[in-house]
């Protein structure tokens, strides 16, 4: 088979309910995109680092970062963002990666990747990480079940699966970062939205009611999203501890 290529593409808006601006707002010097577009060059696996705006501020700071930045319509969901941005750039494999995670490690990137380029049956996969019974009350908290092959089941804000009886190692907290077979993505883009996504507030809902697979990778390294500027000196935290890790990137 001819060497597959993947590009990673973070899809980033200047408005935001919670946090206008939120992409370049200032993490340890840096604005936030920055830091984001670094993880991405650090993962070491990405033929090619986009940012999908719809702002030139952020494309600037994006281009300063080393990134390649698009500009991109209106877009109903981050992933919508990604489709419109790598319509005209030769990849096989889309990593759609959340701007808003300064500290992603690039381990992550590098397994989610790995799996989509070494398996082109693989037509969509994402993450997830050991979740907690205190994960199962919290609505900011996404959970997701799987089949026994790795496939999602459901993905929800509730507490699923409900503990009727003990079960350990059934909790799992999806990280939202989402990698597409290139031909997966456009299909994702054209589909309409559906009531499930609408309730819940999550876009992978769409690709389970239509009937496209998802594959659950498990991981163990986490990272901090920043949603309200109160969640910026946890994300600069977490950005210390990963930039001081020996095994870093």
């Known amino acids: 088979m001819a060497s597959r290529r993947a590009v990673a593409a973070i899809p980033a808006r ?19 995109i920055a830091h984001v577009v670094a993880r991405a060059l650090e993962a070491g696996c990405f033929a090619e680092v986009l940012v999908a705006t ?12 080393g990134a390649r930045a698009v500009m991109t319509g209106e877009a109903s969901s981050g992933t919508d ?21 300064p500290a992603l490690p690039p381990g992550n990137l590098r397994g989610l990747t790995g799996l989509l380029l070494d398996n082109p049956e693989v037509a ?18 996404v959970k997701v079940v799987t089949d026994l092959t790795g496939r999602a089941l459901y993905f929800s804000r509730a507490g699923i699966p409900f503990q009727r009886h003990a079960s350990p190692g059934l909790i799992r907290r999806h990280v939202g970062i989402y990698g597409f077979q290139r031909e997966t993505l456009f299909r994702f883009a054209s589909l309409p939205e559906v009531a499930l996504e609408r309730a819940e507030g999550l876009e992978q809902l769409r690709a ?12 163990s390294d986490s990272s901090v999203g920043v949603d309200v500027p109160g969640d910026i000196p946890l994300a600069e ?3 210390r501890t990963l930039l001081a890790r020996k095994d870093h990137p």
């Open 14 to 32: 200047y408005a935001s309910t919670r946090f206008p601006g939120k992409p370049l707002v200032p993490i340890l010097g840096l604005p936030m």
């Open 208 to 219: 389970l009611a239509h009937g496209i697979p998802l594959h659950v990778l498990d991981v």
């Open 54 to 65: 719809d702002d030139e501020r952020i494309a600037e700071a994006a281009r300063a970062a």
């Open 81 to 101: 963002r990604v489709a419109q941005a790598v319509r005209g750039i030769p990849a096989d494999v889309v990593v759609n990666v959340q701007g808003d995670e």
């Open 237 to 239: 935290q977490a950005l």
């Open 124 to 141: 969509m996969a994402t993450l997830a990480l050991a979740g907690t019974p205190e994960d199962l009350g919290s609505p900011n908290v």
